[in-house]
């Protein structure tokens, strides 16, 4: 008997060493999209619409946390106010390709099992967050994109939607405008050919402030260099990390063009043992310098801190390679950094000890 009470005794003592309790530490970090965000191009009606919907996502994510929700359930609940809005490019209010269709991609990062889920180039799924967890929870597969995707969202019972659901005529006309800035550079481009001016991806970049257009491969590729994109990262209770993203990607991008959001290690990574990051940006350079892995590398293998890795990749990397965006990254700590190398980046934070901020601009 005395050797059963102490055996009992010794198992309820292994789980909750094993059952930390993380309650004093849960956080919740968002973003909206980073570019050129400056005070001088925001109106104070703007402003407060960033702001109001920033602030309505991250309630809804933290009270999921709060009430001992996972992880995986707050950032969902979070990216779907995102996705919802049009003031964000996620889900209603997308960016347009070229052809004039919204094409959508997101993914989820469990940093606990490190299961993941993605769906790419979707049209009709109103909540492309939700199938990507669909994916990570209900299928032997990580990505899944285009028709097969939204069928496989209908088949597990998520809201379908025609495709008209996403526009919005302030994105339809930042198309416009692309296209029309397209064909004027375009125009202009031929005659440097002639002269035999090598055109470099390079000089493309350096136009880009001069016409707020973004010039890429002699493409201009999309508006005001404003990435939308949304995103969240979170720590719950039980000290399970988890990230997502949700994009419409780049205004003016090609058909079957797929951004780094969904790329599991680039725009979404969770890794209980370092990190959970989203990020938005220039997405090609993203997948690229796989950001969001190469934040959780530097902490693992060179045991960096969660702010030394994150401006290491941001701040130095990126600038070099020329890639513009930003992040935003929670640890098992519930430490948190946000950095990014554009004018300014929508992005807010809530922690369990009350500390909660939403801020748009560098300064
Ligand atoms: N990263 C996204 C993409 O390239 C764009 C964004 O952040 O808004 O698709």
Known sequence: MKKLSF????????????????SDRITLVIHGGAGTITRANMSPEREKAYREGLNLALQKGYEVLEKGGTSVQAVE????VMEDSPLFNAGKGAVFTNEGKNELDAAIMEGKTLK???????????????????VMDKSAHVMMAGKGAEQFAKEKGLEIVDPSYFYTEARYKALQRAKEQEKTELDHNTGQEKEGKA?????????APKTGYRHFDGLIFTEGKKFGTVGCVALDKYGNLAAGTSTGGMTNKRYGRIGDAPIIGAGTYANNATCAVSATGHGEYFI?????????????????????????VVMKKLVER???????AVDRNGNIAMPFNSEGMYRGFVKADGNREILIYKD
């Open 7 to 22: 055996t009992l005794l010794l198992v309820l003592l292994c789980i909750s060493a094993f059952a930390q309790d993380y």
């Open 77 to 80: 609940a979070a990216i779907r």
């Open 116 to 134: 993941a889920g993605a769906v790419a180039g979707v049209t009709t799924i109103k909540n492309p967050i939700s199938a990507a967890i669909a």
């Open 322 to 328: 020329g890639g513009e965006g930003g992040v935003i």
């Open 199 to 207: 055109r470099t991806e390079e000089k493309e970049i350096k136009k």
């Open 288 to 312: 690229r310098s796989v950001v969001g892995y190469d934040i959780s590398a530097l902490m693992e293998y060179k045991g960096m801190s969660l702010t030394d890795a994150a401006n290491e």
